[in-house]
T-cell receptor, first 112, second 112 residues
């Protein structure tokens, strides 16, 4: 089955700097890659996603890139703000009825 | 619009007691439903998922079970709780055949 590795497990950046979180997946048939943000004590919420027919997607300060050949995808946050502090999870799946496989999460701390 | 309800929000139960967590979805039909568990500071572990009434797939063998008595209702149960069952339990739903989860607000279970 699918396996998703996520790095780093913790990341600290200064406010205004960029943050990058990377994930690799094992199943070349995976075609959907979402990113979730989980604030302390809250539910994970979808912040951006990308499908295998697209190499990059951007939404304001957040962008995701996908390299199908290398089987890795990354989350980029620019101009980080203290409210970006949270745990971020990447995930991958093959089809709409197959459960998402999540990475172990990255705890991002933005230092003011 | 679609909404997901999960209750209770918090629960403290003694070892050996039974458990019943309920999740319902409104505003959609035939959703895919999921139960995840998150231990403190850890990732999201898939416990069960369902693509239809009475159809339950188990990902992790343990003393938990799940049932889907109605199309938009998903129940997580245990006959006898263990200390290791403590954690944050999250229900999620997705449109069948379409990716992307929406998570419920979660139940924080402490087994004492």
């Amino acid at each position: 089955g699918e396996n998703v590795e996520q790095h780093p497990s913790t990341l600290s950046v200064q406010e205004g700097d960029s943050a990058v979180i990377k994930c690799t997946y094992s199943d070349s048939a995976s075609n959907y890659f979402p990113w979730y943000k989980q604030e302390l004590g809250k539910r994970p919420q979808l912040i951006i996603d990308i499908r295998s027919n697209v190499g990059e997607k951007k939404d304001q300060r957040i962008a995701v890139t996908l390299n199908k050949t290398a089987k890795h995808f990354s989350l980029h946050i620019t101009e980080t703000q203290p409210e970006d502090s949270a745990v971020y999870f990447c995930a991958a799946t093959i089809s709409g009825n197959t459960p998402l496989v999540f990475g172990k999460g990255t705890r991002l701390s933005v230092i003011a | 619009s679609q909404t997901i309800h999960q209750w209770p929000a918090t629960l403290v139960q003694p070892v050996g007691s039974p458990l019943s967590l309920e999740c319902t979805v409104e505003g959609t039909s035939n959703p895919n439903l999921y139960w995840y568990r998150q231990a403190a500071g850890r990732g999201l572990q898939l416990l069960f998922y369902s693509v239809g009434i009475g159809q339950i797939s188990s990902e992790v063998p343990q003393n938990l079970s799940a049932s889907r008595p109605q199309d938009r209702q998903f129940i997580l149960s245990s006959k006898k709780l263990l200390l290791s069952d403590s954690g944050f339990y999250l229900c999620a739903w997705s449109v069948r055949g379409i990716h992307g989860y929406t998570f419920g607000s979660g139940t924080r279970l402490t087994v004492v």
